[in-house]
């Protein structure tokens, strides 16, 4: 095969094989560390402390949240929470990749905790369920009473 032709299929075939991951769901391995994730877009607020945020590797801040525990603290702060935005700002986060980012956070911040295994994951869903069931119920209550002053006109 001549070398032009062979490169110009090299790089069709790569091609290829960067929508096919693009159309699929990643697999697992190919999720962004924790260490990454933190990097390109929680250190925007987490290492200056914007907003209150909890500062990276600042032990004071990070204590009461370590506390609460890596299922229910990951859960929340995925579905977001008073000025931290829903995963981050970042809607393409997948929950994993958030969840590790969480983890080390954490792990840099006087906590013991590591990348969610399975288990962890399960538990973090049934928190973060939980979270967007209470949401709901809030807002469905609003939307109640908005139709209720809607008809009496106040
Ligand atoms: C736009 C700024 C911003 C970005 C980006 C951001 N955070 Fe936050 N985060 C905050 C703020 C502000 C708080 C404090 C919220 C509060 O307690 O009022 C916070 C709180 C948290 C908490 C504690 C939640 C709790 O229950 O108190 C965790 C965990 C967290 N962030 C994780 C992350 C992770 C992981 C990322 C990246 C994927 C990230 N944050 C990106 C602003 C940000």
Known sequence: MNTPLFASL???????????????????AALKSGKQVYNETCFACHDSGVAQAPRFRNKADWAPLIEEGQGILTAH?????????AKGGK????????ARAVAYMAS?????????DARMMKKIRHEAEERLEKSIKEMQAMKKELHRLNETDD
């Open 77 to 85: 702060a995925w579905v977001g929470v008073r000025a931290m935005p």
């Open 91 to 98: 809607p393409e986060l997948r929950l994993t990749e958030f």
């Open 108 to 116: 840099q911040s006087g906590g013991d905790w590591k990348d969610p």
């Open 10 to 28: 090299a790089i069709a075939l790569t091609g290829l094989l960067a929508q096919a991951a693009h159309a699929e769901p990643a697999p697992s």
